[in-house]
C-alpha cells in the first residue's frame, strides 16, 4: 500500500526523465575512471534539480492551469538543456565511432552520400527548402502537442509528449555509450551555392553555437520529428498533415546538409517506427471534437 501511495501521481514520461537522469548520471560518475568531466559537479547539480521536478511534478499538476501545464511539458522544455549535455558527456569521452559508421554508410549506400550529396547536386532551390524543413525542427517537435492541448485534448497531447520524450531518452542514451560526431565535424564543410542560401548559413550559425558533438548516431532529429508527426496523424490529422511536408524535408536536409550520415537518418527512422508501434497500445481519450472552441484553462 505504501509504495502503491509512493507512485500515485508520476507519469509515464515522469518515470522515464527520472530514469534517463539516473543513466546520465551514470555515465558522469563512469567518467571518473579517466579523467573525469571538467565541471562534474554543475552536470549533478543540475540532475538533482531535474529529479526535484520530476518529485515536484505531480503536485504542480494539482496547482492549478499553469502548474497543470507546467507539470506536463516540463520534459519538452529541458529539451536545449538536455541535449546540451550530451555534447559535454561525450565530448570528455574523447573516442568517437565515426569511422565505424562511416564503413557502415558505405556498406549500406555504397558511398558517403553526406559528403556528395551537397556537392554533385548543389540546387539553390533545393538547398533553401531542406535547410528551412531543418529549421522547423522545433516548431515540428511543439506543433503536435501544443496544437492537442489547446484544443482541451489533453490525454492526447500527453501521449504524444511521452512518445516524443521517450525517443529522445532512447537516442540519448546511445549518445552517451556510443558517441558518433557525425559529417559536419568528420568532413571539411562544402562551399558552393547550396551552402550561401540564407537557411543553410543560419542553419550553421546556429549548429555553431548549439550543436552537441557525438550525437549523430541515430538522428534524434529524425526520430523524434517523425514520431511528433506521426502522433499528430493519429491524434489531429489536419495538423499532421500540415506536418508531413516539413518532416519529409527535414528526413532529406539532415544528410543533404551534412549534418548527419544516411545511415544515422535510416537508424532515427527505425527509432521511430518502433516507437510508434509501441504507442499503438497506447489509448487516450477524446473528451471532444477538436473542431469546437479551443478551451480557456491553459
Given at each position: ?83 546540451g ?24 549506400f ?25 529549421l522547423?525542427y ?93 502522433m499528430?496523424?493519429r ?64
Amino acid at each position: 500500500m505504501a509504495l502503491k501511495t509512493l507512485w500515485r501521481g508520476y507519469t509515464a514520461v515522469d518515470i522515464a526523465t527520472g530514469a534517463y537522469v539516473a543513466i546520465a548520471t551514470g555515465a558522469v560518475l563512469y567518467a571518473f575512471r579517466g579523467d573525469g568531466i571538467p565541471g562534474w559537479p554543475w552536470l549533478l547539480s543540475a540532475h538533482a534539480l531535474i529529479l526535484a521536478l520530476v518529485l515536484l511534478a505531480p503536485r504542480a499538476r494539482r496547482a492549478g492551469p499553469l502548474g497543470r501545464f507546467l507539470g506536463d511539458w516540463y520534459p519538452m522544455l529541458l529539451l536545449p538543456a538536455l541535449y546540451g549535455e550530451i555534447g559535454v558527456l561525450t565530448l570528455s569521452a574523447g573516442f568517437q565511432n565515426d569511422l565505424l559508421i562511416q564503413r557502415f554508410e558505405t556498406w549500406v549506400f555504397g558511398s558517403q552520400i553526406s559528403y556528395r550529396w551537397i556537392r554533385e547536386s548543389p540546387d539553390l532551390l533545393l538547398s533553401w527548402v531542406l535547410h528551412a524543413c531543418y529549421l522547423a525542427y522545433y516548431p515540428i517537435l511543439f506543433a503536435a502537442p501544443f496544437a492537442l492541448w489547446m484544443a482541451g485534448r489533453r490525454d492526447a497531447s500527453r501521449h504524444t509528449i511521452f512518445a516524443v520524450m521517450a525517443t529522445f531518452y532512447l537516442c540519448y542514451v546511445v549518445f552517451l555509450f556510443f558517441p558518433v560526431a557525425g559529417p559536419r565535424y568528420a568532413f571539411d564543410g562544402a562551399q558552393n551555392l547550396a551552402t550561401d542560401v540564407w537557411p543553410a548559413r543560419f542553419a550553421a550559425w546556429l549548429l555553431d553555437r548549439g550543436d552537441s558533438w557525438g550525437a549523430a548516431f541515430p538522428s534524434s532529429h529524425v526520430a523524434a520529428s517523425v514520431v511528433a508527426t506521426g502522433m499528430a496523424l493519429r491524434y489531429w490529422r489536419a495538423v499532421g498533415l500540415v506536418l508531413l511536408p516539413f518532416t519529409a524535408g527535414l528526413i532529406l536536409a539532415v544528410v543533404y546538409g551534412q549534418f548527419h550520415y544516411a545511415v544515422d537518418a535510416l537508424a532515427g527512422l527505425i527509432v521511430a517506427a518502433v516507437m510508434l508501434g509501441i504507442m499503438q497500445t497506447a489509448e487516450a481519450t477524446e473528451p471532444q471534437p477538436v473542431a469546437r472552441r479551443l478551451v480557456s484553462d491553459v
